[in-house]
């Protein structure tokens, strides 16, 4: 597996508290596309294209906090 970037990282943290994209791009003051952007990496990095086995593997592999930044 690729390592994720920081910002990959972070939308890997907000798909997992169940925000949406247009939710995530508002959290990270980025426009939605990049945000599709970005979980399209994230699919690529961990072979998967499922929003529920990225939070899943970031959960296992204790990448994700538990309580998002504001």
Same mark, same amino acid.
């Given at each position: 597996?690729?390592?994720? $970037? %920081? ?12 925000? @949406?994209?247009?939710? /995530? ?9 990049? $945000? %599709? ?12 294209? @499922?929003?529920?086995? /990225? ?10 906090? %538990?309580?998002?930044?504001?």
């Amino acid at each position: 597996m690729d390592k994720l $970037t %920081k910002r990959e990282a972070e939308v890997m943290n907000l798909v997992s508290i169940g925000l @949406n994209n247009q939710e /995530i791009s508002q959290r990270l003051c980025i426009s939605n596309h990049t $945000t %599709k952007a970005h979980l399209s990496s994230i699919y690529r990095k961990l072979g998967t294209n @499922n929003r529920v086995l /990225i939070a899943k593997h970031g959960f296992e592999q204790d990448f994700i906090r %538990k309580e998002p930044e504001e």
